[in-house]
């Protein structure tokens, strides 16, 4: 669905300040999967609604009860396998494309921006279908098939988890370097789906407003941001994000192809 047009002006505006900007970074997080039918987290209808996250999204909560834990995921899993790309993820890729200085950041683990066709993607937050094993570290990519089976290492036969950050969890080194260096050099920020809740992904938009970066906020609910923000647009981004890309015309800065070059998390973590 194209966006409201009594939002279009503001959509213009916008794509004005990114055809201005040289490095551009974007930080995303569920609300941008939302319209794939991927449920975010808080709020209405969100994963957490009625659970504490504590009690599934922590390290303690899966050495206490793994399988419990695993059926979280599994299930969430087998919903992504129906969900596809929406119109925000492929306008971020075609972004990507016409602006070289471009940097995604993403906390979320669907994969969906990579499918979209963004090929650097930093996953701050990690890849759910990734089962790394507790014991040795080794990583498997999940074939999505077996939905009752909790996984276990193909080298070692110890349990595995989720290849994701939990709460109270260290970030992978190496991506959170490369996503803090890109908030702090960007002169624009664009900030999509996300609440503004979680840390240290959240201090990203101050790290970048610190380094005088303009900074776009795209939610259509206020956050804790929406009030630093410099413009916010009020908007799912499946709707307005293609609106601003399409605006942008070709902004002569086109990237080349390039094989993907996915950073995600790189090393095995324990
Ligand atoms: C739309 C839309 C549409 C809807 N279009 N928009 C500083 C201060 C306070 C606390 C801390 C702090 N530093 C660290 C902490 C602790 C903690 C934390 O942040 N707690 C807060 C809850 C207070 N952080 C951590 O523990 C982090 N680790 C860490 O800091 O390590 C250092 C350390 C170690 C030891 C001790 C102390 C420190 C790790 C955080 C890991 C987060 N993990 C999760 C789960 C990932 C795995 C999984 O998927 O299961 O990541 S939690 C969950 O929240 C998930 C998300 O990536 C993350 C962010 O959520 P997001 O994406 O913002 O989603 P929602 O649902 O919150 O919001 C959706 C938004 O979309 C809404 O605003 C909607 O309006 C909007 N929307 N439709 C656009 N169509
Ligand atoms: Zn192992």
New binding site residues.
Partial sequence: MAANDSLLPLLEHVAELLRGAEHITCLT????S??SGVP????VG???EGRR?ET??TPEAFASDPEEVWRF?LW?RRLLLACKPNP?HYALARLERKKPGFTLIT???DGLHVQAGSRRVLAV??D?WIDRCTRCGQEARSTGEDFERIPHCGLCGALAR?G????????PTDVWTQAERAAASCDLMLV????????????LADVARAGGATVVE????A?PLTSEADVAVP????QSLPTIVDRLGDSGNRAPCRPADRVDGGQPRQ
């Fill in positions: 997080g569920a609300g941008v939302a319209e975010t987290f808080r709020g969100g994963l957490w996250p599934l999204a995921y969430r925000g906390q979320n683990v937050h990690g759910i989720p994701v950050v939990w709460f109270g969890e260290l970030l999509a789906g996300t609440s503004s809740l979680v840390y240290p992904a959240a201090s795209v939610n259509p609910e956050t908007a799912p981004s499946g």
